[in-house]
């Protein structure tokens, strides 16, 4: 899954030309015919490609993969970068007993979420990937919560601005603190492990997740 913010530069960049009919096509692919896009409407496009509009107005797409795919089904009120994203909803999500990271990278309730804004929120927020939804309390997750939107905002607006997005735990060795960061994958049973990165000391487990570890041993 590609972060929201790339998805949505590239969306503001082809927009003005959706609802156009292609007059004439250019570009070369072994996949597909660019010729078989003439007299098509422009609906929604991730190809390799040139496209010409009526007026002159041309998109030039280099070096993608090209694919005919169904339009995407995504709820608004899913959609992270959206006006129209159910905050509440997402909060039910993440109080659900698994670690928060599985959660946040879930795209039926936070669709637009990447590895990198997973890491970044959780680093903001102060709270271990690993921490169960259900033993955080209401306070942590609203602000884990308004660092998912408001990473993601900031990142779509420096993307607008040609501006590059540091992060401050993804991919890093140290946290801004200066503390050593741990790396490791994580992710739900049988599925997709994701690197995550994060600091044992800005991000403590949950004092109630210690004692299973000293019972265990
Ligand atoms: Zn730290």
Request: hydrophobic share 35%; charged share 20%.
């Amino acid at each position: 899954m590609p972060e929201g913010p790339s998805v949505r530069r590239f969306h503001r960049l082809v927009s003005p030309f959706v609802g156009q009919k292609v007059v004439k096509t250019g570009g070369s692919s072994k996949k597909l015919n660019p010729a078989s896009f003439q007299s098509l409407w422009f609906q929604d496009v991730q190809v390799r490609l040139v496209l010409h509009f009526n007026g002159g107005g041309f998109l030039a797409f280099y070096s993608c993969q090209m694919s005919w795919s169904p339009p995407p089904e995504v709820e608004p009120t899913c959609d992270i970068l959206s006006d129209k994203f159910h905050r509440g909803q997402a909060l039910e999500a993440l109080r659900q007993a698994q670690p928060v990271c599985y959660t946040l990278l879930d795209q039926r309730y936070f669709s637009g979420l990447g590895n990198i804004i997973k890491n970044e929120a959780l680093y903001r927020a102060g709270i271990h990937p690993l921490s169960l939804g259900s033993l955080l309390s209401s306070s942590s997750l609203e602000a884990l919560m308004n660092h998912v939107v408001e990473f993601s905002s900031d990142w779509l607006r420096d993307k607008l601005q040609g501006k590059e997005r540091h992060t401050q735990i993804y991919n890093k060795e140290q946290c801004p603190s200066g503390h050593q960061v741990m790396k490791e994958s994580f992710g739900p049973p049988g599925r997709l492990q994701r690197l995550t990165w994060w600091c044992p000391q800005c991000q403590p487990r949950l004092p109630s997740e210690e004692p299973k570890n000293l019972l265990s041993s």
